[in-house]
Nanobody, 119 residues
């Protein structure tokens, strides 16, 4: 089983910056995808950013140029640096891991962490 623990959310003013972290533990292969999705009030879940562990990164259109995803050297923690935050970035952010080393490519989710952008 895989556990994902998020940290770093909170309240920030428009135009400000905030960083999120997600630490993964348990059993999973190094060939994996880690990243972030979010769900804003009244909206569907959307992609924020994914890191494919050597295969590149993907960003949702609404955060390109403002958010940056990265991993630590052990490749078990993923970070999201969020700059130039807008009110519409307010959402619950979910850490995500897909274990591509297994044939079933299981997906795992964190419990979510709230980010509120407001003055």
């Amino acid at each position: 089983q895989v556990q994902l623990v998020e940290s770093g959310g909170g309240l920030v003013q428009p135009g400000g910056s905030l960083g999120l972290s997600c630490a993964a533990s348990g059993s999973f292969f190094s060939r994996n995808v880690m990243g972030w999705y979010r769900r804003a009030p009244g909206k569907e879940r959307e992609l924020v950013a994914l890191d494919t562990n050597g295969g590149g990164t993907n960003y949702g259109d609404s955060v390109k140029g403002r958010f940056t995803i990265s991993r630590d050297n052990a490749k078990t923690t993923v970070y999201l640096q969020m700059n130039s935050l807008k009110a519409e970035d307010t959402a619950v952010y979910y850490c995500y891991l897909r274990d591509d080393g297994r044939s079933t490519r299981p997906e795992f989710w964190g419990q979510g962490i709230l980010v509120t952008v407001s003055s």
